[in-house]
């Protein structure tokens, strides 16, 4: 079942490192998703996130194997419409706006997440390649939106005390893993994303994460580094998914939230300009944490990112 998803996210991967527009073949794939979830496998309802408000997940299951929990009132699930609303979320990009947030998210989260259940039903191991698609699906939408922005994974960095950073990361948070701490120790920072603007050599750095249960500090310090090798230069942007867990013990839906942890970097080790989610956990989107940094929903990614460039282009 996953043999043809494979061979056009491989296609579509090919087409976006060549730096070609391959919007058109993401959104199409995320069809392709949809189409094999309704004909080899089974969507049903999982059950409630566990702690109000009472938020409704399912899964796609097949032969016993449970996908990630997934939100319906976020998923398009008719192929048909999806397809509709892919073709409008394209024309919307061609005109340079976010169009209906609504169709934003949910072309996104659809797109996204009918990956993600296809390779967690079929390719479960294969843990990486969802946040790639991720990666994929929105730098093609960055590029068809932001077309005289240069696009780069990779910012070098100057001669600067980068282990003083790294030193003060692990101190931080201790359970930082080692490939974490050996990217910040090179002689660039790398991301998934890049937007600079070739006239004012000002940039946003756009990290695009399924799920931050994993690597959170990463995008803290890597702007924790490029303030201090080119200050007032580059904002960083954290774009993510959800922070959905499921509980099978219990039948419900954990959110697996470290709102201490997110304070902590972003008052004592570098300043994120916002934290974007399809599905925006509930504890984050509590005024405590929003007083520290901003957590907004997904479809406000691209026009904040324009206006942090058009600012820095005005200055």
Known sequence: MITNVAKSFAAAKKKYDRGDDALGDALALGGTCLATLHTHATFRRFGLFAGPPQIEYWVAED???????????????????FAREADAFVGDMRRRTNGDPDRFDRVVYTTVTAFCLCYDVWKPKSRKTPGTFFEVLI?????????????????????????????????????????????????????????????????????LKITTRERIVQPFAHQRILDSAYPGRFASFLACMSEVQRDDSSGTVKQICVPGTVALFQKHLASLNGLYYCDIPVRYARPDLGAVIDVKPLHRLFDDVEAHLDAQSAS
């Open 63 to 81: 032969a016993g194997a449970l996908s990630r929990p997934y939100r319906p009132d976020l998923f398009i699930q008719d192929p048909a419409e």
């Open 139 to 207: 730098g093609s939408a960055a590029r068809v939106r932001f077309p005289r922005l240069a696009m780069t994974k990779h910012i070098p960095i100057k001669a600067i005390p980068v282990d003083d950073v790294v030193d003060e990361m692990v101190e931080m948070d201790p359970d930082a893993d080692e490939e974490t701490v050996a990217a910040l120790q090179g002689d660039s920072v790398s991301t998934d994303l890049v937007l600079a603007d070739p006239e004012t050599d000002r940039g946003a750095v756009i990290p």
